[in-house]
């Protein structure tokens, strides 16, 4: 099935059975958390501890 359909058929059917109160406010925390997380990414930069080195892959023998 096509994303957009899919989508589509979860909006109308929050259209018809509204999420409560308290799922509202987590989807908006949620994102919130994520613009956030965004923004100082693309204005502060990533932290170096975040970072993963440029260690070559471990191969694993058996």
């Known amino acids: 099935m ?6 589509g058929i979860r909006l109308a059917q929050w259209f018809r059975h509204p999420p409560s109160r308290q799922h509202v406010r987590i989807l908006v925390a949620v994102l919130v958390f994520c613009v956030a997380l965004v923004l100082v990414e693309r204005f502060i930069g990533w932290p170096d501890w ?3 080195g440029n260690h070559p892959p471990r191969i694993v023998r058996p």
């Open 2 to 7: 096509d994303p957009m359909i899919r989508w």
């Open 50 to 52: 975040a970072t993963l």
